[in-house]
Structures are given as C-alpha cells and as structure tokens.
C-alpha cells in the first residue's frame, strides 16, 4: 500500500486519546495522533465578541473553532474540538469514581448497567494520571484564595443542611476539596496535597517546566505559561497556560519520547476506517486548511489521506466514535450483531442551576453577600450527596453538586441584561451632566456620578452558578438518521433522580439565604444540557452486552479499540475526566504487554 504505517494511530487528543499516545510512545510504538481541531498556545483561545462568534466547529460551514454544539429533544451537548480534546474547555476536576459505584450485573428498573472493571483495576492508573497531570487541591488557606467567597459559601451551606425544611435528614452530605489540574504554584507537586513553603502558591507567577511544551517545541521559541490568576476562565480556554490541559502535559511529553516522538497531526478529521486483509487497519482522513475559514465546503469532495497501522484506537469522544463507527458499519460486519453500538448513553446526571441573590446580615441590616463566582477557577470544591449504593440506608442515586464559576465578561453580561434597573441610574446622570453643560451646575468631578451609573453591580456579585453530576440512567441509544447522528435519551427515566438534585439545590439556597433558579431549557423544554456525555460504545463482559471488552478491545476486532467517554458502560457519576483518563491508562498497559515481544 501506498501509505504509511504505524504501531498505532489514535484517532482524538482527548483523555482516551492523549495518555494512549503518550503511554505507546513511551513503550517504543511509532504512533500517530490525529485531532480534527487545531492547536490552542497562551493568548490564542478568542476573547472578543468579533471571534468568539466564529469559535464553533462545522468545517462543511467554514468553521474551524473549539466549540462544538449538539442538540437533540432530551439533551445538549457541548464539546470541544483542538488538541488536548475536552481538558481545553473542562473545569479541571479530576475525581474519582467511588468504590462502590462499580455496578455490577444490575438491572435497576429494567436499565441494564454492569462495569467490566473495579475500582481496585483503576486505583494505580488513577494515581499516574492525578501525578501527570499535576492534580493540585485549592490553596484555600492562603492569601488571596481564602477570600474565594464561592468556596466558603458553599463549606457554610453544606454545614446547614441538616436544618433545612425539605432536605431529607437520612440524606448523607459532605463538603469536599477537589483535586485541580491546575497549576497554582510554579513547580509540579508530588501529590495533590503537597503544600510545601518551598513551593507556595502565588498568583500569576511564571510556571517552570521540565520539559518545552508542545507549542514552544511547535513554534521553536518559548511559550512561557503562568500559575492561576483566578480569572474564573477556565471552561472558554486559559489563556495563560495554567490550566495543566493535555497538550501540557500528556502531548508535551508524548512528543519528547524517543527513540519514536510520537507524530501529532492537527487539523486532520477521519472519514474511513476499515479492516486490512491480514491484520490491521486503514485510516483515511481529510487535512483541513484554516486558509478555508468562513467558506463553505463539500466534504465529501475532499482528498482522504490514507494511513496503516496494526492498532487502531478510537477516542473521537461520546459522539465521535460512536458516529465513527456507525458511518464505517458495513466495513466491520461482526461489528454490531447484537445491536448494542450506540446503547447505554447517558449524561453523567449533569444539571447546571443557579443560585441567585445571595442575603447576610452586616450591621443589623439585610444586604446582598459576596458570591463573586469570576474569582478563582471555574470551580474549587463539592457536596457530595449519598446514593443507597454506599450502604448508609435508601437515599436514592448520588452526585456531587460543585460550586460554579464564570468569566468576568459574563458578570457584565449579567448586569447589562438588567437593564431595567439601569434606566433610572441612565437618566440621573443625563440630567445631571446637562446642568453641567448649560452652567446650572460647576462641579466638574463625575468621578462619584459615574460610580452611581454602573451601579451596586448586586446581581452578578450575589449570584452563583452550581453543576451537579450523578447517576441518571443509562438508557439512550445514538443512531443514524439520514446519515446524521440522533439520540433518544430523556430524563423521564431519570426523572426522580433529578427531583432529588433539585430539591438538594433548593436547600442549599437557602442555606445562604438566596433564590433558587432551575436552567430554563430544563424547566420548559425538558432538554439536560450536559458537559459529560457518555456511553455508546460500552464495556462489557460479553458480545452480547456491550462493544468493547474490559481492554476497550471491540468485540471480534483484535487491535481494533474504543477509549473515550463513549466505552463508559453508565455514568460515573463525578466528572468523568479522571476515570476515562485511568481506563486509557489501563488499556494501554494492555496493549504494551501484547506487544511486547515485537519491541526491539
């Protein structure tokens, strides 16, 4: 064949994809990463409105953005596209999923869900990726993060709880730090709790790297990036390089092993995959030129660019592989005989709410409280509601409600869409800087008249959003229709499960003394908008439950893998980063030891 050939390609540069292609590389396998997106250096993610509005993936349309929009009657998905997949626009929690959240052989109201693997199979390959990816806790005891009002709001209502009419006493809770892939202190600690006084956190101070990262190596000069500056931007992409996103850490590194540097291919979408007579696989993929941005193309007119290799490993994400396959289907006819290619999808029991309004009493009056949700990361901490799984009695499904954070910029978008409130301030000014101009007036110092125009600025500052993850149910299906991809998930399943969150959020605002407001798409559209879709392509013990075995190995396809959210046999219930990252681990050990006996 005229094509080149590898160990190993890697279809997707997010957690199954990244680790994977560091993992082989490292062993001594000749891999090859492919990403569809392009890559995202320091200053680069778009701030102003001009390229925010162009910041979304559809190549056929003429864009070549990060952001990556689904929508279906019963959820919505955000996704990213660039290298480094997911960890570009994810808010940096790394957790693990509980021990005794590994189902096993449950058929929980007709919903089948069983995990191939345990958390003792994972346990290590939690510990590699937590060290990789330079897993931090929150430097909550240290100036300026101990003024993190979120945080602190968040230990306070957890503390309340208990007291609070309508949440359920025999439900368990727990306010917990998390672990963040986010550098808050310039040299890599050895385990998320390090707080060494050699090593202190401080605030926008120049990270010291080991090794040049993948843009320093790529741009051939310096691409110094600096610790957190608390700007609350981590979900539109960190322009500073503080958040320890995959193409910092697991790329970086994949590109500087020897005696084979792992190849990152960019801008390079895949199309075909099938099958070699003999063993192997044959990719074929469309590069795209940024030259073509904002001019629509025919996709299927594109050059496919052929590739081989003896393993092929899937991680375009919960939609991109499952579509992947699904588009490649009558290549792979012992593919999906028992039907299961697109079963068990669910989303990981995300609802995002809000906290509003936020009350304290200072002085003996009633006044809106500091929430300030655009200092500090995205989120820093959780509480973790009980499930009946952890053996403290009947309580339901579990999930953690984690403190929300926003942008500066939407703060201010916040307060224009009050502008009601902002008319009156609007014509005080006007009249007053009249007087001024037709000499009814001499004082020339507007500097208090100007404060009194922007306002209290008390919505944005009292208000917080919250997500929630958990475990809904996993019963949707992805599908082809007309050659697009579908899904039939709803929440009707999970419905009780969502009442429970919500009823939890309503507590906690009121733990606060805030209002509490449901996301308007759940509440009259009855759509979950979700971060963390999963299943798809599942694990399993058998054909006859799943596509991929505990190896990600799809079933009668030796060398042909799955790692990505979509071989999650159900939820995980906290963010999925961590455990998708782990599996990956955990597959490419398998993979290594398979090979080898054919490395020189």
């Known amino acids: 064949m005229n094509s080149e050939h590898f160990d190993a390609v890697i279809i997707g540069s997010g957690f199954g994809g990244s680790v994977m292609a560091f993992r082989l590389a490292e062993a001594g396998l000749r891999v090859c990463l492919l990403e569809r997106g392009k890559p995202y250096p320091p200053n680069s993610f778009p701030r102003a409105p001009y390229d925010l509005g ?44 509980d021990p005794k959240w590994f189902i096993t052989e449950n058929r929980d109201g007709g919903v089948y869900e069983s995990w191939p693997v345990t958390y003792k199979d994972l346990e290590p390959h939690y510990e590699r990726v937590e060290k990789m990816m330079n897993a931090q806790k929150y430097p909550l005891k240290h100036e300026p993060y101990n003024n993190t009002q979120k945080t602190l709001a968040m230990i306070e209502a957890e ?41 202190p956190p ?54 500087h092993q020897k005696p084979y540097p792992a190849e990152v291919r960019t801008l390079c979408e895949v199309k075909q995959i099938a099958p070699i007579s003999g063993g192997g696989y044959q990719v074929k993929y469309i590069q795209h030129d940024l030259k073509n941005m ?18 092929l490993i899937i991680s375009a994400g919960t939609f991109g592989s499952p579509f992947l396959l699904l588009k490649n289907q009558e290549n792979f006819p012992g593919l999906n005989r ?18 509003v309004k936020s009350m304290e009493t200072k002085n003996g009056k009633c006044v809106p409280r500091r929430l300030d949700p655009s200092f500090g990361p995205v989120i820093t901490s959780a509480i ?47 009249r007053m800087f009249l007087k001024y101009r037709i000499g009814l007036n001499n004082d020339a110092d507007l500097s208090a008249e100007i404060a009194d125009l922007l306002g209290p600025a008390h919505d944005s500052m009292s208000s917080l959003p919250i997500l929630t993850m958990g475990r809904d149910y996993p019963n949707g299906n992805l599908y082809l229709k007309r050659g697009m991809l579908e899904c039939d998930w709803s929440q009707k399943k999970s419905q009780q499960y969502f009442d429970r969150v919500i009823r939890v959020g309503r507590s906690i605002a009121k733990a606060i003394n805030a209002e509490f407001l449901e996301n308007p798409a759940y509440e009259y ?9 999963l299943g798809g392509c ?19 396809y030796p060398g042909l893998h799955v790692v990505d959210g979509s071989m999650m046999p159900g939820p995980v219930g906290p963010n999925p980063s961590l455990t998708i990252g782990a599996m990956s681990d955990r597959v490419a050990d398998y993979i290594i030891g398979r090979k080898k006996g054919a490395i020189k």
């Open 54 to 97: 162009k910041n979304f993936w559809d190549p056929s349309k003429g864009y070549y953005g990060m952001l990556d929009v689904w929508s279906f009657k019963g959820s919505g998905a955000l996704v990213s596209s660039g290298l480094g997949g997911g960890s570009l626009i994810y808010a940096n929690i790394l957790i693990r999923k």
């Open 159 to 199: 503390g309340k709880l208990d007291q609070i009419p309508g949440f359920d006493p025999k439900w368990t809770h727990q306010w917990i730090p998390l672990n963040l892939a986010v550098s808050f202190r310039r040299r890599h600690v050895t385990n998320p709790d390090d707080d060494s006084s050699a090593n």
């Open 538 to 556: 599942p694990m399993a013990n058998s054909e006859a439950e799943g596509v991929v075995d505990a190896n990600g190995e799809v079933f009668n």
């Open 294 to 311: 904002g001019t629509p193309l025919d996709m299927g007119q594109q050059h496919r660019i052929p590739i081989t290799c003896d393993r």
């Open 338 to 355: 028992n039907k299961k290619l697109g079963s068990r999808f669910n989303v990981n029991g995300d609802l995002l709410s809000f906290i």
């Open 384 to 430: 973790r509601i009980g499930d009946t799984l952890d053996g403290d009695g009947d309580q339901g499904r579990g999930f953690y409600v984690e403190d929300g954070g926003n942008p500066y910029l939407l703060s201010w978008v916040s307060e224009i869409a009050g502008i009601p409130a902002a008319i009156p301030r609007l014509f005080k000014f006007a």
């Open 202 to 255: 401080i605030v926008g101070a120049e990270i010291q790297e080991d090794l040049p990262n993948y843009h320093a190596v790529r741009a051939g000069r310096e691409m110094p990036r600096s610790t957190c500056r608390l700007c609350g931007e981590c979900d539109i992409g960190c322009n500073y390089g503080s958040k320890n996103t995959l193409d910092y850490t697991y790329i970086t590194a994949a590109i």
């Open 525 to 533: 559209l009855h759509q979950v908008l979700t971060a963390h879709p």
